[in-house]
Structures are given as structure tokens and as C-alpha cells.
């Protein structure tokens, strides 16, 4: 009878949390709202996944709205539903994050590429943007009328609203800074469902907290961009180093050099020799060469630098050329240069997603690590993070970037963290993974973390996804206290955003 009494409580308990999921998986909006939600298997699957195809998050629906008005009129919905009404909002680009971000768990899913558009101003300064255009499209447009944004992510396949509520990280971030940094104006739509334009003078905090606020905040509609000359062409270099000290030490002289005589674009990679080795870039006969350095000295450390023109002719181009050439510690003999169209350099990686398309290998597991490494320790780092664990492994995949950039080039009142030195190194840990080593690599991933914390690294993460509370008041540091104040003022519903677990 005890056992009896047992399953039946066991089986009741199941259903009622069936019926509890269900339910809140389910939303049901008014038909005054004049709203219409997609519920259909393919929509909703599609908004379940995002690029790091890791986690799976299963939406109630997904708006795809066609005026900035539908989202407002969702938002204060949502705000001031209570009981069995009651959802989340959560806004979504590309869904180009790795830990489900951009999802909601039986809430709504906005697709913000239901809303793009490009405009221009006639002084040719900055465009309006909207927010779930993609940057690729804006180059497109602006280029047309001979200008361009002066900072790019590396991939341009991702939303600007998207970008925008993280940092927008590249090779132009030690010239320009990050894109949050590049932005005149923006059009929020708060968790209330107000519609607000804020700038540095109008609606400053809640400007100042979206940029890099993780999506807390409010959904940029639109973003005022600064936009600068667009160069026609680009000369690209690769400069191979088997010393890391030698490898930092240019890399730090390159981004001191002013915008004369200096380098628009700077990035570093790792080349290691459990890892597949990409000599592409090299020409043919040099090829094998590069990847003997590789197996012999285990690690090989590449500069890559980029310098924008129109007039091949004018004496900076061959002045850069020839510093380049003659006062770097580079490997003699291995320094290649491109020329390329400006647009062709931008879209670069599109060219790598079709083929990696082609053989499956696009749409697999992601478990990035991305962080931001004081220069004071990027030795220390080096030792122990990479000498020590990644050159350890079996095999690696995927690129590993390494580079630094000036702090000064970013604005410590918007929500975006670094770590407070005057210089700081971008670290990208970007591996593949298929379901079965996933687990794996994503213990290495932990293991630098764990290393850096016990050597006292002050590091900061970049695109992270913390689950405790008291791990995002670590990484917010001085700024949480203002970051929960503006939770309370902009989203007290706490509606929007809830995939970054932060509150």
C-alpha cells in the first residue's frame, strides 16, 4: 500500500509539473495587442539554437515585428502582466552567442532582422541604423556614398544591436576603439515598453548603461553610428615570430604609432603544433616552410596588420612597407603582404564560413573563451595558460587570438568591463567541438580560468554566460551597484535578457 501510495504521489507530482511546463510555455496575447506570435516547429526551432549550438532554449513564440511600435506595445504588455500572464522578452540578432543569450525559456523571442534599414545623413558623419541590421549591410550602403564605420567586429554576418549591447571587438579597437565607443545616439525601447532616444547629453544613464549592458536594459532599435572616409584598398601583412616577448613587444610598438605612420588594423594569432596549422596565406613555396617552424618550436606567434589607402602612391604606403620590413623582430624571411579591396579585407571571414559550410563544420558546438588579460601578466599568461594547458592538449581547433589594445580607447561609464590597466590583451579561444569532446574542451576552457584566478590574473570575460549571482558582481566590479539601480529603473520586471542569467 506504501508503494502504491508513493506512485501515485510521484506520478501526480509529474503531471502537475507537465502541466506547469506547458503551460509556461505557452504565451497568449490579446488580440487588441494586434500582435502576431510564430509558433510554428521551424521558427521556434530555429530560435531554440544559436551559434554556439551548445544549449537549447525553447521560446513560447517569436515576434517578428514590423515597427518599432509592436515592441513597445509587447513590452508594456509584458510589464504589467502578472499571475499565469506573465513572460519574458528576450532580443535577438544573428543569435551569434555561445550560451543561449539570446533565448527565452516559454517567453517571446523578438527577431530584430525584421527591422534593418540604413540611412545616411547628408554631411556623410553617421548613419541611422536599425537595430537588427546586419554590419555587412552597412558597410554596403555606406560605402556607396564613399564613407564607412571606422570599428568592425571580424565577422560582419551579426546584428548591430547585437554588437552594440556586448562591445564589437576587432583589429581596429587599439585605433578607434571598441563600436560601443563609436555610437553618437540610440532609439531604446526600455522594459516598460517606453520608447527613448538618449545620447551622451539626453538620457545619459540609460544610454551609457545599454552600451555593453548585455540587453538589461532595453532593446536598441536604432544606433547613430560615426562614420569616417572609406579607403579603396588595403595592404595586408603577416609577420611570423617564434619569441613571445619579441611578438608582444611589436605588437605593443605597433599600436603606439600614431595614425600617420601606424597601421589601421592589428590582430595576433597562435599557430600551435597540436592544432591545425592555416598556411594559406603564404604563398605556395613558403607553405611547408611555416609549418616546419610550427612542429619545431611548438608554438609560432603571427602579427597580422593591415594598412587602409586609395593612392598606392603616397609615400606613407612605402614607408610602412619598408618599417615594417626593416625594424621588426619578425622570423627573417617570413613576412607575406596581400592587396586587396577594403570590402573584400572587412568580409574575410565570410569567405572561411562557406567553406567551413561546405564540409559541415559551421553549425557545430562553440565553447569559446574570450578575455581580457592585463599586460602587466600577459607573460604570466602565457606560461601557464598557454605553454602549460593549451599546448598540453591532445589537439586543438579553431583559431587562438591574441593581441593587444589601448584602454583608453573605451569609455569606463558604459557598462562594458576591462581590466584598469593602460594596456590589455584581447584573448580569443575559439575552438569546434562535436558532442562527444565537448566536455572536454570545455574543461580547458575552465582550467585557464581556474589558473588565472589562482595566479591572481585579474582577468575579465567577454561574451560570458555566469550562472551565480555572485560571479557577475565580481566581474561588474565598482560598476554593479550602478548596473542593479539601472535594472531597477529601466526593466523592474526584470523581462528582458533573461539568457545572461544575471538577475
Not at 55 to 71: R, W
Not at 97 to 102: D, T, V, Y
Not at 202 to 222: A, D
Not at 318 to 323: E, H, L
Request: charge should be neutral.
Amino acid at each position: 500500500m506504501a508503494n502504491l501510495l508513493l506512485m501515485s504521489t510521484l506520478i501526480t507530482i509529474f503531471i502537475c509539473l507537465s502541466l506547469s511546463f506547458t503551460k509556461s510555455s505557452e504565451v497568449f496575447l490579446p488580440k487588441s495587442l494586434n500582435l502576431t506570435l510564430l509558433t510554428d516547429p521551424s521558427t521556434i526551432s530555429a530560435a531554440s539554437h544559436d551559434y554556439g549550438n551548445i544549449t537549447t532554449v525553447t521560446p513560447g513564440g517569436v515576434l517578428c515585428p514590423s515597427s518599432t511600435a509592436e515592441i513597445s506595445r509587447l513590452l508594456r504588455y509584458a510589464a504589467n502582466a502578472n499571475g499565469d500572464r506573465m513572460f519574458q522578452v528576450a532580443a535577438r540578432g544573428q543569435g551569434h552567442s555561445l550560451n543561449g543569450q539570446a533565448s527565452v525559456s516559454g517567453g517571446v523571442v523578438i527577431n530584430m532582422t525584421c527591422l534593418s534599414g540604413v540611412v545616411v545623413s547628408e554631411d556623410k558623419k553617421y548613419a541611422d541604423v536599425a537595430g537588427g541590421t546586419l554590419w555587412v549591410d552597412v558597410q554596403k550602403k555606406t560605402v556607396e556614398k564613399g564613407v564607412s564605420p571606422v570599428s568592425w567586429t571580424d565577422y560582419l554576418h551579426v546584428s548591430v544591436g547585437g554588437t552594440l549591447s556586448n562591445t564589437g571587438l576587432g583589429g581596429q579597437v587599439f585605433r578607434n576603439g571598441p563600436q560601443i565607443c563609436n555610437v553618437l545616439e540610440l532609439d531604446v525601447i526600455t522594459g516598460n515598453g517606453e520608447m527613448l532616444t538618449c545620447s551622451p547629453q539626453l538620457n545619459p544613464e540609460l544610454f551609457y548603461g545599454v552600451l555593453g549592458g548585455l540587453g538589461q536594459f532595453g532593446i536598441i532599435t536604432r544606433a547613430r553610428i560615426v562614420l569616417n572616409h572609406a579607403p579603396k584598398r588595403v595592404k595586408w601583412f603577416q609577420m611570423l615570430y617564434s619569441d613571445f616577448t619579441a611578438f608582444t613587444k611589436d605588437q605593443e610598438r605597433l599600436i603606439s604609432m600614431d595614425n600617420d605612420i601606424g597601421v589601421d588594423y592589428l590582430e595576433g594569432q597562435l599557430m600551435m603544433s597540436n592544432g591545425v596549422v592555416d598556411t594559406s596565406f603564404f604563398p605556395p613555396s613558403d607553405q611547408p616552410k611555416v609549418a616546419d617552424l610550427v612542429k619545431k618550436h611548438g608554438i609560432i606567434y603571427l602579427i597580422e596588420v593591415a594598412k587602409y589607402y586609395d593612392d598606392p602612391n603616397l609615400p606613407i604606403i612605402s614607408q610602412v612597407i619598408d618599417k615594417l620590413n626593416n625594424s621588426f623582430s619578425y622570423l627573417p624571411g617570413f613576412i607575406t603582404m596581400q592587396d586587396v579591396p577594403y570590402f573584400d579585407f572587412l568580409d574575410r571571414v565570410k569567405t572561411e564560413e562557406e567553406r567551413l559550410r561546405a564540409l559541415g563544420l559551421w553549425e557545430v558546438p562553440h565553447p569559446w573563451l574570450n578575455l581580457y588579460i592585463p599586460k602587466s601578466r600577459i607573460l604570466d599568461f602565457h606560461e601557464g595558460a598557454i605553454k602549460d594547458i593549451l599546448l598540453k592538449q591532445n589537439s586543438t581547433s579553431g583559431l587562438t587570438l591574441i593581441y593587444p589594445t589601448n584602454q583608453n580607447k573605451w569609455n569606463n561609464r558604459m557598462s562594458a568591463m576591462v581590466p584598469n590597466e593602460d594596456v590589455i590583451y584581447v584573448f580569443g579561444l575559439l575552438p569546434t567541438a562535436n558532442q562527444h569532446n565537448l566536455p572536454e574542451v570545455e574543461r580547458v576552457n575552465e582550467k585557464i580560468v581556474r589558473f588565472c584566478k589562482k595566479s591572481g590574473i585579474k582577468i575579465k570575460q567577454y561574451l560570458m554566460h555566469y550562472t551565480r549571482k555572485e560571479d557577475w558582481i565580481e566581474h561588474f566590479g565598482s560598476k554593479w551597484s550602478d548596473f542593479s539601480k539601472r535594472k531597477d529603473l529601466f526593466d523592474p520586471k526584470k523581462l528582458l535578457s533573461p539568457g545572461q542569467d544575471i538577475f
